[in-house]
């Protein structure tokens, strides 16, 4: 988190977030939702995160339906880009209305701290886009959404995700895909493809950074982002994979302790307290308030 002055960026996210695609290698973009899950992922070595709509609906025990507001997501990146400075490309759902509210979600979000947003073109109720009987918009409402997005940005980069292959075909969803590139889309986002097939034709058509949607337990079959660049893509994304991962390590824990009555047989799998200090930088904290004496890490007891 930031509290000195010199310590922020200099350039806007969306031109960081621009610079970093502009490499000749893809972006590799875990999904993070929240600070500690930045840190981390910051500390592993990435440049760039992603902010998902089911990780964020997830982590609230809520369904990932189109139920969040703009509010809701300005939180979460607020929390997120505060923690890490990195580039945050953002799920914008479906926009959360028509052109208007786009306009204001796209300033909410710049302002919030967000390099990139990605608008879908289902209509509401939304769905995740590797489930059955999603429900599109109308190719020109979408466009015109997009064209809205690009008008009210400053710098915020602005993705166009069609989940048409489903219902479409290949070939309408890169009908689409060249519509949003005409109404102002930096990169498209060609949701459950289901095949590497798929990803060659859909890169060998559409000339602007395209990218990759690598979520666990979906359409898409496993592909490193190595795979990916070779393909043609830009960008990968890992939307929830950290949410299962801790999620599943939180089960085990409750469970445990519900069984053993107390924690003794998970301390090997836990962050430490030392770790977890380190990590957000207590010491540092402490070193900018001189009220504060230094905080030691206690001995554990044998």
Known sequence: ?????????????????????????????????????????????????Y??????????????????????????????????????????????????????MVRAFEEAGAAAVQIEDQILPKKCGHLNDKRLANVDDMAAKIAAARKARRHLRIVARTDAAASEGIEGAIARAQRYIEAGADAIFPEALENHDAFRTFASRVKVPLLANMTEFGRTPH????????????????PVSS?????????????????EGGTGGMLDQMQTRAELYEL???????????????????????
């Not at 592909?223 to 994304?237: H, N, P, Q, R, W």
Request: aromatic content about 8%; overall charge negative.
């Open 1 to 49: 988190m930031y509290l000195l002055a010199e310590d922020y960026p200099d350039r806007p996210a969306g031109e960081t977030f621009q610079m970093l695609l502009d490499r000749p290698e893809i972006l590799r973009m875990p999904g993070a939702h929240n600070g500690m899950s930045a840190l981390q992922a910051k500390s592993a070595g990435f440049d760039a995160l």
């Open 223 to 238: 592909t490193t982002a190595k795979s990916f660049e070779d393909m043609g893509f830009k960008m990968v994304i890992w």
């Open 243 to 259: 949410l299962r991962v801790a999620n599943k390590a939180q089960d085990a824990l409750y469970r445990h302790i519900a069984s």
């Open 51 to 104: 902010l998902s709509g089911a990780a964020m609906s997830a982590s609230m025990a809520l369904p990932d339906l189109g139920i969040l507001t703009i509010e809701d997501v300005c939180g979460f990146i607020r929390q997120i880009w505060r923690a890490s400075g990195l580039p945050i490309l953002v799920d914008g759902d479906t926009g959360y209305g028509e052109a208007l509210n786009v306009m204001h």
């Open 280 to 302: 957000i930088g207590l010491n540092d904290f402490e070193a900018l308030d001189r009220s504060l004496v230094a905080s030691l890490v206690p001995e554990t007891p044998k």
